[in-house]
């Protein structure tokens, strides 16, 4: 599988396992968010390429780009776990105690259950279904 079908789904997948081995490693946990959004956003940008190139994008805008690339997901549940994976990795990026989401962690990013922890896995796959 190229990267581009996968992004990083499978080290997302390893390092979940790892957390649950070690469920104090933070840094761990912070990475895991932030490589799950980056899988969500990458594949939503490239579905959108030709809308954007269309438009004259200019990705060096990065402030910009992952606002407009969310805005132009046209299923709703796909444009809100993908929102919602962005906030989560900034809170994992700028306060891990923000971090809260009752499915998956709870504050203090101490993990609910394996099975919890895939349910990110599930969305993960959900929006690389996107077309």
Not at 4 to 31: A, C, G, H, P
């Amino acid at each position: 599988m190229s990267f581009q079908q996968s992004y990083y789904r499978d080290i997302v997948n390893k390092w979940v396992t790892d957390f649950l081995q070690d469920k104090t490693n933070e840094e761990l946990l912070r990475n895991i968010f932030s490589r799950a959004y980056y899988t969500m956003f990458l594949h939503c940008r490239e579905v959108h390429t030709v809308d954007l190139e269309m438009e004259n994008f200019n990705f060096s805008k990065l402030d910009e780009s992952h606002a407009r690339v969310i805005k132009m997901i046209k299923n709703q549940g796909i444009q809100t776990l993908v929102y919602q994976y962005k906030k989560y990795r900034e809170r994992a990026d700028y306060n891990i105690d923000l971090l809260k989401m009752p499915v998956y962690i709870k504050i203090g990013g101490k993990p609910q259950s394996m099975e919890n922890l895939g349910k990110l896995l599930e969305e993960i796959d959900q929006v690389l279904s996107y077309k």
